[in-house]
């Protein structure tokens, strides 16, 4: 399974974009690459999915360079309920293998 | 779409008793589901890997018989506790895989387990 390595925290303030990097050298070439976000006592959810260059949904961007041995998660113009751990998998190929967690990044915003 | 939950969210037990926790996927058929633990502060752990009419794969390190899990239909896996303990004492979160443009993982709420 791809091992990914992210900060271990990152401090913001409101209204700031916020940028988020995962390595991930070993990514396989059926491997999507996903975030996550989870609050504390919560299940982790789901924010964005992509296997290359970008994506972007209502709430976060995904960038993907060519090699896909990287990405960054961009969160717009983050508030003080964006605190939370962002985890970065990689995985999730049609076959059964499950997600691996790595430590994520803390998140936190100020006002 | 693609909502999963778990019942209850939270239990408190007394030690030597076995307590079971429902993960129930709301929308969507999962042929797999996956079963996690998280302690305080902590990335989530993997615990086994639950497929539907057949045993479960569990990681190294987790008994077995400790946590029992069966996945009798496509919408239902639990997790059993038995003989817990207050090591046992965590939060316990499961996923199901399904199909949204790429192969996700949709988590449940969680539930947390004390053991006194």
């Known amino acids: 399974l791809a091992k990914t390595t992210q900060p271990i925290s990152m401090d913001s303030y409101e209204g700031q974009e916020v940028n988020i990097t995962c390595s991930h050298n070993?990514?396989?070439?059926?491997?999507?690459i996903t975030w996550y976000q989870q609050f504390p006592s919560q299940g982790p959810r789901f924010i964005i999915q992509g296997y290359k260059t970008k994506v972007k949904n209502e709430v976060a961007s995904l960038f993907i360079p060519a090699d896909r041995k990287s990405s960054t998660l961009s969160l717009p113009r983050v508030s003080l309920s964006d605190t939370a751990v962002y985890y970065c998998?990689?995985?999730?190929?049609?076959?059964?293998?499950?997600?691996?967690f790595g430590s994520g990044t803390r998140l936190q915003v100020q006002p | 779409g693609a909502v999963v939950s778990q019942h209850p969210s939270r239990v408190i037990c007394k030690s030597g008793t076995s307590v079971k926790i429902e993960c129930r996927s709301l929308d969507f058929q999962a042929t797999t589901m996956f079963w996690y633990r998280q302690f305080p502060k902590k990335s989530l752990m993997l615990m086994a890997t639950s497929n539907e009419g057949s045993k479960a794969t569990y990681e190294q390190g987790v008994e077995k018989d400790k946590f029992l899990i069966n996945h009798a239909s496509l919408t239902l896996s639990t997790l059993t506790v038995t003989s817990a303990h207050p090591e046992d004492s965590s939060f316990y979160i499961c996923?199901?895989?399904?199909?949204?443009?790429?192969?996700?993982?949709?988590f449940g709420p969680g539930t947390r387990l004390l053991v006194l």
């Open positions: 996923s199901a895989r399904a199909w949204r443009g790429g192969e996700t993982q949709y």
């Open positions: 070993n990514i396989a070439t059926n491997d999507y």
């Open positions: 998998l990689v995985g999730g190929d049609t076959g059964r293998r499950a997600l691996t």
